[in-house]
């Protein structure tokens, strides 16, 4: 892939953590000797595809159509725009950098062309050929075809052509979850290759989602304790499908088989999620030996769980359960199994959703950390009542948003919080909070405000709404696709509102 042997190629440093791309060299400009480093081992697992990023990089760039280097320019100026925020000691927020990406490199149409016409002329493996032999019935959403993977290839080398710059990024400013920034920016590159409606983002969930369901009766022990620490099948299937798309996919190497690669990684990565995340052993009890004290296997295993202290336990469940009761009576709330199992199937747990919820209730238990004693299905039904008490006071927004879908999720100190303190301050029911309930603790409010984090995790994170229970039972569709999106203003006074309540 590309001639690697001219003094102008990409190369790596000794130690394989770095790429200089020499555009000093290229551009006769010693100034630029301070642009042609990339680090990679911000991320340790890249480090290992030094090799096959820089033959995509050289390739690239050998392309050129123009023969004027104006791949490598692109490159350049790309790095330049990161670097400027850099020098000047200014935040560069992700939505603006993955923006100007996009804008800037990642959806040229030349780099496009010659990433698309490498993987048609080059690819061998003929899965149509392989499905068509195969006389069981395919259900169609798991069938790949050979465009699929194609496409699958054409991103993955677009993931290996841009990951130097990304990881750039990363390396000047504070990202706490890489994964995040690489399954924002990676998944968007799909779209650039589809040609028609396909949607293989979906495609690589139901394949994910489908080896996971099928666990549910070959390890069903293991599912009904992940159960109660809050692990569904759908929150492990998202999980696994966000790990695919930001590590798995970048990996694979072109023209191999990418469904039969796709199947094995799966595979292993479910086996690891049983065996290592949640270790489990075993032991078979003798209810009949005794020991030299005169004890079964059974009558120590009672021992052990007496000395647990359940007295707590049992309180806590008492509370929990009280509360439930009174909020139905109160506000004659009626939860249905059918709608909670709707909630059960189709909730993801995120911290944004967990700090609305918790502040609240703690209102009426005295401690913020006695929801954390529930196991999910507890949760998911105080989640319901949540839900139908913010829309019952009409908070019908903050409703959407606590069952909603987290798209993206970086809690993170938000570049713009002046900008968010700045319109929150001329609402007057801000400054009537700050007087009645913060005001011991005004500086701390004002600098560090549970308000302005509030208000900011929402604004800076992306949710996808989905629909009410009865909604869903008329169209059959859980999620809306459509991104929770309000302005600032209306944001301000629910979340202003919510705080004056609790």
């Not at 359940?310 to 439930?324: G, M, P, Q």
């Amino acid at each position: 892939m590309g001639n690697n042997s001219t003094d102008v190629s990409a190369y790596s440093s000794s130690d394989n953590k770095t790429i200089i791309i020499p555009f000093d060299k290229v551009f006769n400009n010693e100034v630029l000797t301070v642009m042609n480093e990339f680090p990679i081992n911000k991320k340790r697992n890249f480090i290992q595809l030094n090799k096959d990023i820089l033959e995509v990089l050289n390739y690239v760039f050998d392309c050129d159509p123009s023969k004027n280097h104006s791949m490598m320019l692109k490159y350049l100026e790309m790095k330049n725009y990161i670097y400027d925020f850099y020098i000047k000691g200014e935040e560069l927020a992700q939505e603006t950098f993955i923006n100007e990406f996009f804008k800037r490199l990642a959806d040229d149409k030349i780099l496009l062309q010659i990433v698309g016409d490498y993987i048609d002329s080059s690819y061998k493996i003929e899965l149509d050929k392989i499905s068509g032999h195969n006389t069981t019935n395919l259900n169609k959403e798991l069938q790949f075809t050979d465009n699929h993977a194609k496409i699958i290839l054409k991103v993955s080398t677009m993931c290996k052509y841009t990951i130097p710059i990304i990881l750039q990024y990363v390396a000047l400013f504070n990202v706490k979850n890489i994964d995040d920034l690489l399954f924002n920016v990676f998944s968007k590159y799909f779209d650039l290759f589809v040609l028609d409606n396909t949607n293989i983002l979906n495609k690589l969930f139901k394949l994910v989602e489908s080896r996971i369901t099928t666990t549910n009766y070959s390890d069903r022990v293991i599912w009904l304790y992940l159960q109660n620490i809050g692990m569904t099948p759908e929150l492990l299937s998202r999980s696994l499908n966000k790990k695919i798309i930001s590590n798995i996919i970048p990996k694979i190497k072109n023209n191999t088989n990418v469904i039969s690669f796709l199947h094995v990684v799966i595979k292993n990565s479910i086996r690891y999620q049983f065996t290592y995340n949640f270790p489990m052993s075993f032991k078979a009890l003798n209810l009949n030996k005794a020991d030299s004290e005169g004890l079964t296997d059974f009558d120590r295993l009672e021992v052990n769980m007496v000395r647990s202290d359940e007295s707590l336990n049992i309180i806590n469940d008492l509370t929990i359960k009280n509360i439930i009761n009174s909020f139905k009576e109160k506000y004659s709330i009626k939860i249905t199994k059918k709608e909670r199992k709707y909630y059960e199937k189709n909730i993801e747990i995120n911290n944004i959703q967990i700090n609305f919820l918790f502040l609240f209730f703690s209102k009426f238990t005295k401690n913020y950390r006695l929801l954390y004693n529930c196991n999910f299905k507890t949760y998911i039904k105080i989640l319901m009542i949540f839900e139908k008490w913010l829309r019952l006071h009409n908070f019908n927004l903050l409703a959407d948003y606590i069952v909603a879908l987290p798209v993206k999720i970086t809690e993170k100190n938000f570049s713009n919080k002046k900008q968010i303190l700045n319109k929150i301050i001329f609402f007057n029911k801000y400054d009537y909070l700050l007087e009645n309930k913060y005001k011991l603790i005004q500086n701390l409010t004002v600098d560090k405000s549970l308000i302005v984090r509030l208000i900011g995790n929402l604004k800076y994170n992306k949710f996808q709404k989905i629909n009410q229970y009865p909604v869903y039972k008329e169209c059959g569709e859980y999620c809306t696709g459509m991104v929770i999106e309000p302005s600032d203003e209306i944001l301000i006074s629910e979340v202003l509102s919510f705080v004056e309540i609790v």
